[in-house]
Each structure stands twice: as structure tokens, then as C-alpha cells.
């Protein structure tokens, strides 16, 4: 059974960097294909992708969100951590992190969410 | 980018109705679209993947058609429990993207 959660600050300041933990079961990170990607969603908003991370430790990063943005994994502890730099109140919004198997680049799996609002 | 555009925004049904969602992509995008269906609090959930494949235990009143750049999501009739927001995604090219939604709401 896939499990996948989010662990962090709930709020931070402007400016500050905020760190992002997904801590999951299920499925090894060092399968041949797997992800595991971030998505957020501000308050009543639209999803909006923000990074993946595969097995062979390739990256991709949304455009508009690279400079600020940083994924790392740790195989060994079957985590993988996101990276924000410089926040804004407009990063206000529940991040998500989920699993996507081999093939077909979907989310078959997501974490219940954690919400983060950035407010001085 | 590609631009996933979702209509209409809100589509008001009464439960046992048919219901078909559109999703259009700013260029061509194969078969890499899915959807997602996400109720109040709750994280997304995968319905489709690659047009029309459902995925595991999606009921079959579900269903997905469409090529190139524009799709649709078919409920055949509609369960109370299917009122919520939908969400169509692209995984043709970088970066992923997904549509604005189309919100389900009960007439």
C-alpha cells in the first residue's frame, strides 16, 4: 500500500525559506521510472505543479518557480524534501506531494496535503 | 508551457444526469492527458490517464475520449458523491500542467 505525507512549518515568514518533507511507504525511490513530484494549490485556487524527482535522481522544475525551488531525495529514508526559497505571501497555498509510477506521467498516489501560509 | 483550458468553469447537474466536461490544449499533447477529481479537503484523485484509461478502481460511469487537443470526461450519471472539482493535466511535455477545473455542482 502507497503512503505518501507532508510534513513542515505551517506558516513562515516573507523571505524565508521554507522546507517541505514527504516521507513515504509503499514503493521504493529507486525503482526503475518512479517519481515523486510537488504540487500546491492556494486557497480555492487551481493545482499548479512545482517539481519531480526520479529514481536516477533526474529533476524538473516548473519554469516560472526554478530559481526559487531546490528537490533533493534520500533513497534510504524513503523521503524527498522540497526546497523554497524567498517566499512570498502568494506561496500561501496546501503542497502536495505524490507518486507516480512507471510510465505515463500521473499522480496515482498524493499525500493528504499540508497547508503553509506565509504571513509576517 | 502548454495551456490546459478546462470549460465551463461550473456546470450545475441533477444526480442520474449525463455530464461531459471539456479540456483543451494549447497544442498537441498525443495521449498525455489525464483527470483528477478532488472533493472538499481532500487531495486529488486519479480518474483517467492517457485519454481513457481508467484507473484502478474508478467506476466505469467514468470515461475519457478525445485526440490531439481536445477531450472530454464523460459520467454516464451522476452519483452524489461525484459532485466536486475536476481537473484535467498534461504530461506531453514540461512543464506538467494542469487545467483551471471545472466545478460539479448538484442543480
Known amino acids: 500500500q502507497i503512503t505518501l505525507k507532508e510534513s513542515g512549518p505551517t506558516l513562515v515568514k516573507p523571505t524565508q525559506t521554507l522546507t517541505l518533507t514527504c516521507t513515504f511507504s509503499?514503493?521504493?525511490?529507486?525503482?526503475?521510472?518512479?517519481?515523486v513530484g510537488w504540487i500546491r494549490q492556494p486557497p480555492g485556487k487551481a493545482l499548479e505543479w512545482l517539481a519531480l524527482i526520479y529514481w536516477d535522481d533526474d529533476k524538473r522544475y516548473s519554469a516560472s518557480l526554478k530559481s526559487r525551488l531546490t528537490i533533493t531525495k534520500d533513497t534510504s529514508k524513503n523521503q524527498v524534501v522540497l526546497r523554497m526559497t524567498r517566499t512570498d505571501p502568494v506561496d500561501t497555498a496546501t503542497y502536495y506531494c505524490a507518486h507516480k509510477a512507471r510510465g505515463p506521467g500521473v499522480f496515482d498516489y498524493w499525500g493528504q496535503g499540508i497547508l503553509v501560509t506565509v504571513s509576517s | 508551457e502548454i495551456v490546459m483550458t478546462q470549460s465551463p468553469a461550473t456546470l450545475s447537474v441533477s444526480p442520474g444526469e449525463r455530464v461531459t466536461l471539456s479540456c483543451r490544449a494549447s497544442?498537441?499533447?498525443?495521449?498525455?492527458l489525464a483527470w483528477y477529481q478532488q472533493k472538499p479537503g481532500q487531495a486529488p484523485r486519479l480518474l483517467i490517464y492517457a485519454i481513457s484509461t481508467r484507473a484502478p478502481g474508478i467506476p466505469a460511469r467514468f470515461s475519457g475520449s478525445g485526440s490531439g487537443t481536445d477531450f472530454t470526461l464523460t459520467v454516464s450519471s451522476l452519483q452524489s458523491e461525484d459532485f466536486a472539482i475536476y481537473y484535467c493535466q498534461q504530461f506531453n511535455d514540461w512543464p506538467i500542467t494542469f487545467g483551471q477545473g471545472t466545478r460539479l455542482e448538484i442543480k
Open positions: 509503499g514503493f521504493s525511490l529507486s525503482t526503475s521510472e518512479v517519481a
Open positions: 497544442q498537441y499533447i498525443r495521449n498525455n
